[in-house]
């Protein structure tokens, strides 16, 4: 009998994986089961009444998709506000991306700029959110200084009073506190490519574009699929700047209003309609949760299946031992 | 020959300037709102009005005493964002790295599945369960406490699979047999041995934790009504309302106050953080 010495540590994972799971159940697990009851069911107002289940369980989430105009324009705002920010945005990453690793370039200072362009990123956004709209504001705001000094208006704009100008301003911002962090991940990206690959293209006399465009952009195909992803699962929440870049949040004419400014709205202002703001959210949740599985059924990557196979080996191995024994 | 040589050289010069006039221009383009809000916040509201500078001004003083002759209190809000901030980074990275420690060292029957469960859950929303959450706070009492924004940090999904990585990659089975030869208890060879060891994973996770935190206004937003409990980014937003319309010199002072911690952790950290974040994106 072997088993006498040795102490079984299995137990040591369950134990140590206990707070995890603990804290998950109440804090996000239960909340999320919660939040899709509210949504089937009349809770609404400050003051707790008992609540009820819908007669048809699916109205909120019926009146939300059929009848609400403000939700579905919060939905396509949050797609417009994303793709305008997103497209600029790995544009000019993938651009600064090919000159910072041009070998032949040398780029000096790349350490400083990527400090600066990254900057912005670390500053919270509720900041960036009312510094852009103290700039922008009228009639004598820094940015209408600037544009009476340069002679480009002749009088004071109302930026914020403009629904196409308040989006772009919006999508701006977001770009601007993302493209650097963008374009550390796809530099960090092109230095994981294997160099032979690069000395290959510039043996066979490959110029910049060619080489950017057959060996570092197909190689860094993954990893774009991994940001445009978490960009999009981000982008869905985007809640810091348009909730406090314009008063009243989402404004002008609901140009900028979000799922999650509308979200907020419908819970914590004027009727407090917790059942229609969680409705909203389980179908966030859904949009979210399909996204997440996109990726992880894209990048479903070869080392995980090496690894399982490995294992199975090595069980079947120890199996074969103790069958031995 | 000689003549094709230099003109590509030429060119390439020429190409390389545009280049750094571009990487110059994002970096101003990156300063230079920032710049302003410091400038504009040592600046009188007449003289913000009555055009743009780039060179500070004298009035630094009264801006900070009508700033805080109103509601705002950058003290009492930093230092409500600071208990939050610290704490549940401080459980975040190490329950994190206990629970990392669990999935890589033990070979326990769930092991594979909590992991893909962990993937699962990485990618969740917080908005998507901020309604029953903050409903589930109220019924507890905990609305307007700091225990509901820090105690969720135990469980961050995203912070296990990189810790996992990092161990992954570094730890050797070996350590951990020894101090079990050398009589040690599991937990204690992961806070005595283990712990230490993993202090640049722990070091960079936890700025990114903490500035999360300190960013995060969604969650305190929804949870703190009570103005003595408010966080930096909550105050923040009062800079939006009528208080403080025409104060431009004290908006600008505020915002400056709650950018400036940020500031001072970035150009103090900047080389951890932008390598923290090439990490991130280079999951293979």
Known sequence: MRRKGTINYAKYGYIFSIPFVLVFLVFALYPTLYTAFIGFTDMKGVIPKPVHILDNPFQNFKELIF???????????????????????IALALLLTAWFTNQRLNIKGQGMFKVLLYMPNIITASTIAVLFSTLFAFPMGPVNSLFDALGWSDAPIQFLQQKNTARGIVSFIQFWMWYGNTMIILIAGVMGINPALFEAAAIDGASGFQTFFRVTLPSLRTIMLFTLITSMVGGLQMFDIPQLFITPAGGPDNATLTTSVFIYGQAFKGAYMYNKAAAASMIMFVIAAALA???FYLMRDRSEGQLRKKLRAQKKAAKAAARGM | MANSVTAAKATRGINKTIIYIVCIGLAVLSILPFWIMFVNATRSTAEIQSGLSLLPSTHLKTNWDVLTSKSFDPLKGFLNSFIISASSTALSVYFSALTAYGLVVYNWKWRQAFFTFILCVMLIPTQASAIGFYKFMYQLHLNNSFLPLILPAIAA???VFF???YLLSTLSLEIVEASRIDGSGEFATFNRIILPLMTPALATQAIFAFVASWNNLFMPLILLTDKSKYTLPIMVSLLRGDIYKTEFGSIYMGL???????????????????AGVALGGVKE
Do not use: C, G, K
């Not at chain 1, 009848?67 to 919060?74: E, G, H, P, T």
């Open chain 1, 67 to 89: 009848d609400n105009a403000s939700f579905r324009q919060s939905l396509s705002n949050t797609f417009i506000l994303w793709i305008t920010n997103f497209i600029p945005q």
């Open chain 2, 163 to 165: 810790m996992r990585q």
């Open chain 1, 293 to 295: 599985a996109l990726m």
């Open chain 2, 256 to 274: 400056a106050l709650t950018a400036l911690p940020l500031f001072v952790i970035y150009f103090l950290l900047s080389r951890y953080i932008i």
């Open chain 2, 157 to 159: 999904p995203a912070m």
